[in-house]
C-alpha cells in the first residue's frame, strides 16, 4: 500500500512538471503611439447645400399677339441691354397705328370747323343778330373735338406702343435660355410658356438654409449689436460646386431672410459671388462653405477614434499604461480631426492607432508621438 501512494505521489510532481514547462510565457504588451490631447485656436467649415441665380431671372414674354417672324438669336448666347431677340409680324399694328393718325387728323380737322363755328357766331351774338344760345352750342361743340382730339392722341400712342411690342428687346445683358417657340409660331401675351428666360449673371446669388440651432450659433460668432451689423462683420465664404472644387472666388453674406420657413424651420441666406466669366448659371448648384472660430478647441484624429452603435469613442491611457475606453461628443469637423465637447480634456493622453483590436483595462507600452493632436494647419 505505501509503495501505492509514494508512486501516486511521484506521478503528480512529474505531471506537473510537464505542465509547468508546456504553459507559454505571457506576450508583452502592444507598443502603439500615444499623444497628449492640446487645445487650440481653430475654424471648423460647415457646409450647406446651395441654389444658384442670377441677379436678374427674367421670362421674355410677348406683350402683342401676332406670327414670330424672325428669332434673332440661339439659344445660350450672350445679348446686351435693349437688343432685338425677337420680331412679330407689325403689319397689323401699322395699320391700326395708320388708322389711329387718319381718326387724329379728322378730329383736328373738326376743332378746326368748330372754331370756325364759334368765330363766326361771336359777332352776330354781340350784334344781336343771332341769339345765344347758338354760340353756346357752337362753343360745347368745339370743346367736344377738342376732347376727340385728345383721344385721336391717345389712340396713336397707344399704337405706336403696340407697334413697338412687335420688336421683343432684352430687358437686361445676361444669357438667353431655351428658345420654346421657332419661327413662324402664332405668339400671344396670355401664353403658358414664355419665349425664352433671360439671366443677367455678372453676378449670382447663392441661397443656402440654417437650421434654427446653427442660426443661433451663427450669430452668436460675429461682432455687432443687430443683424444688420454682424452680416457687416461676416468674412467671406467659399463655394463648392458640384464636382467637389471650390469655385475660385470668395463671396459675401449680404442678405438674411426675415423669417423661417414653417415647414422646414430653417431660415434662408444669400451670398453674392462675382461671375465676371460667367462661369456660373442660374440653376447651378453646390454647397457654401461657412467657418466657424472656435477657440480653445479640442480636435482629435478621426484615425483615433472607433464607432461603435451610433456613439464614438477613444482610448485614453491612465494609471500602469491601462487603456479606457471613453465616449466622446462630436460637434463637427476640421480637415481630418474630429471637434470634441464632451469625453476628453486638453493634457489627456490618447492611443492615435491600433485601437481595433484594444479592450478596457488592457495594458500598453505607449509610443510617445512627436505631434500633437489638435495641431492643424488652420489654426488661427
Known amino acids: ?3 501505492v501512494i509514494i508512486t501516486s505521489f511521484i506521478l ?3 505531471l506537473s512538471s510537464c505542465a509547468d514547462k508546456q504553459q507559454a510565457p505571457a506576450p508583452p504588451p502592444p507598443v502603439l503611439p500615444v499623444a497628449a490631447i492640446t487645445s487650440e485656436n481653430t475654424t471648423t467649415d460647415n457646409e450647406y447645400p446651395a441654389s444658384i441665380q442670377g441677379t ?9 399677339s401676332g406670327n414670330l417672324d424672325r428669332v434673332l438669336v440661339d439659344e445660350g448666347a450672350y445679348v446686351s441691354k ?7 409680324n407689325e403689319r397689323p399694328f401699322r395699320e391700326q397705328l395708320n388708322n389711329a393718325l387718319a381718326s387724329l387728323h379728322a378730329a383736328e380737322a373738326a376743332l378746326i370747323n368748330a372754331q370756325l363755328e364759334v368765330d363766326k357766331l361771336t359777332p352776330l351774338v354781340q350784334n344781336k343778330v343771332v341769339s345765344d344760345y347758338q354760340l353756346k352750342t357752337a362753343k360745347a361743340s368745339q370743346k367736344i373735338a377738342a376732347a376727340n382730339i385728345e383721344q385721336a392722341k391717345a389712340m396713336v400712342a397707344s399704337a405706336r406702343i403696340n407697334l413697338g411690342y412687335t420688336n421683343v428687346t432684352a430687358p437686361v445683358s445676361g444669357y438667353i435660355g431655351r428658345l420654346p417657340k421657332k419661327q413662324g409660331s402664332l405668339v400671344s401675351a396670355t401664353d403658358i410658356e414664355p419665349l425664352t428666360t433671360l439671366s443677367d449673371v455678372h453676378e449670382v446669388f447663392a441661397y443656402f438654409s440654417l437650421g434654427e440651432t446653427d442660426f443661433i450659433n ?9 443683424l444688420i451689423d454682424k452680416i457687416k462683420h461676416l ?5 463648392i460646386l458640384a464636382d467637389n472644387n471650390a469655385y475660385p472666388q470668395t463671396g459675401k453674406i449680404d442678405m438674411v431672410d426675415g423669417q423661417f420657413d414653417k415647414t422646414t424651420g430653417a431660415i434662408t441666406l444669400r451670398a453674392t459671388f462675382p461671375n465676371k466669366n460667367g462661369t456660373l448659371r442660374s440653376g447651378n448648384t453646390g454647397r457654401i462653405r461657412l467657418g466657424i472660430q472656435h477657440d480653445d478647441a479640442i480636435l482629435v484624429p478621426q484615425s483615433a477614434t472607433i464607432e461603435m452603435q451610433d456613439k464614438i469613442f477613444v482610448f485614453t491611457v491612465g494609471k500602469a499604461n491601462k487603456v479606457n475606453k471613453m465616449p466622446i461628443t462630436v460637434i463637427g469637423k476640421s480637415g481630418t480631426n474630429y471637434l470634441i465637447k464632451d469625453g476628453v480634456h486638453s493634457g489627456d493622453q490618447i492611443v492615435l492607432s491600433g485601437i481595433d483590436k484594444l479592450q478596457e483595462g488592457q495594458v500598453i507600452q505607449p509610443e510617445k508621438s512627436a505631434t500633437k493632436v489638435a495641431q492643424i494647419t488652420n489654426k488661427k
Open 12 to 14: 503528480a510532481l512529474v
Open 82 to 88: 435693349g437688343q432685338t431677340l425677337f420680331k412679330i
Open 218 to 226: 451663427f450669430k452668436s460668432q460675429y461682432a455687432g449689436n443687430s
Open 1 to 3: 500500500m505505501k509503495n
Open 56 to 64: 436678374v431671372d427674367v421670362e421674355i414674354r410677348p406683350q402683342v
Open 235 to 239: 468674412p467671406p465664404v467659399s463655394l
